[in-house]
Nanobody, 117 residues
Framework: QVQLVESGGGLVQAGGSLRLSCAAS????????MGWYRQAPGKQRDVVAT?????????ADSMKGRFTISRDNDNAKNTVYLQMDSLKPEDTAVYYCRAATSRGAYWGRGTQVTVSS
């Protein structure tokens, strides 16, 4: 059974940092890329950053220079991280991990990030 479990969310003051982790298990087939998405109350879920199996990264414009996505060097562990610096109140959202695989896409349940002003 495929599972993606996020951790690392919480409450932080503006300007602070958080590091999110996502551990994927039960995936014995190829992962094309993993990524982070977020959804604020009343808004759609948007991409934050993605990383391919080869290490290529993509960031949404508002995250460039503040967020860094990385993955475990041992790809078999299927773990991806999101280092978030210089956090702003508008970064408040539920952050979801997603794995795009050869057998479809899988989502985690999300972790809440709240940034106070």
């Amino acid at each position: 059974q495929v599972q993606l479990v996020e951790s690392g969310g919480g409450l932080v003051q503006a300007g602070g940092s958080l590091r999110l982790s996502c551990a994927a298990s039960g995936i014995s087939f190829s992962i094309n890329f993993m990524g982070w998405y977020r959804q604020a109350p009343g808004k759609q879920r948007d991409v934050v950053a993605t990383i391919t199996s080869g290490g290529s990264t993509y960031y949404a414009d508002s995250m460039k220079g503040r967020f860094t996505i990385s993955r475990d060097n041992d790809n078999a562990k299927n773990t991806v991280y999101l280092q978030m610096d210089s956090l702003k109140p508008e970064d408040t959202a539920v952050y979801y991990c997603r794995a795009a695989t050869s057998r479809g896409a899988y989502w985690g349940r999300g972790t809440q990030v709240t940034v106070s002003s």
